[in-house]
């Protein structure tokens, strides 16, 4: 126990064992190390794009309620990154991606590709469907007194 900076010997008996304080306090210190993930406002590059200069999250923000204006977090300090409207670096992106060329076949396998996975997840989510209504069915029978049948 330690009171006032020095450690004393705990003379009380505790209420819970060691391994689920350890536990609850490394999920409690963990709470502030999460990223931020999702917010109420869709922004294309959320957490994608790193400042140019310090290497910083560059984060958005909607001005005028139709402006979104991108720039450095500065959370290393003062920063020489210039705050940029999403539309243009779109546009500067859009370029790049012009100058790729995928050759038909390798696009043709893309697609194929595409098309496998979301028939995939189409059958995985049907079957998860179908699992959690037959498992709601028998506990809704056993709560009626109908378990056996």
Same mark, same amino acid.
């Given at each position: 126990?330690?009171?006032?900076?020095?450690?004393?010997?705990?003379?009380?008996?505790? @209420? @819970?064992?060691?391994? #689920?304080?350890?536990?609850? /306090?490394?999920? %409690?210190?963990?709470?502030?190390?999460? #990223?931020?993930?999702?917010?109420?406002?869709?922004?294309?590059? %959320?957490?994608?794009?790193?400042?140019?200069?310090?290497?910083? #999250? @560059?984060?958005?923000?909607?001005?005028? $309620?139709?402006?979104?204006?991108?720039?450095?977090?500065?959370?290393?300090?003062?920063?020489?990154?210039? %705050? @940029?409207?999403?539309?243009?670096?779109?546009? /500067?992106?859009?370029?790049?991606?012009?100058?790729?060329?995928?050759?038909?076949?390798?696009?043709?396998?893309?697609?194929? /590709?595409?098309?496998?996975?979301?028939?995939?997840?189409?059958?995985?989510?049907?079957?998860?469907?179908? %699992?959690?209504?037959?498992?709601?069915?028998?506990?809704?029978?056993? $709560?009626?007194?109908?378990?056996?049948?």
């Amino acid at each position: 126990m330690r009171v006032k900076g020095k450690i004393y010997p705990a003379k009380h008996t505790p @209420i @819970i064992s060691r391994e #689920p304080y350890d536990q609850a /306090q490394s999920v %409690r210190l963990s709470w502030n190390k999460k #990223p931020f993930k999702y917010s109420d406002k869709p922004f294309i590059f %959320r957490g994608l794009i790193k400042c140019a200069h310090c290497g910083c #999250p @560059i984060t958005s923000d909607l001005k005028k $309620g139709k402006y979104i204006y991108m720039y450095c977090t500065k959370s290393r300090g003062p920063c020489e990154g210039l %705050r @940029i409207r999403e539309e243009e670096l779109l546009e /500067q992106i859009k370029n790049v991606f012009r100058s790729f060329h995928i050759p038909e076949n390798v696009l043709a396998a893309l697609k194929n /590709q595409l098309a496998e996975s979301v028939k995939a997840k189409k059958i995985f989510h049907d079957e998860a469907i179908s %699992r959690v209504r037959k498992d709601y069915d028998l506990i809704h029978l056993a $709560g009626l007194g109908f378990a056996g049948l």
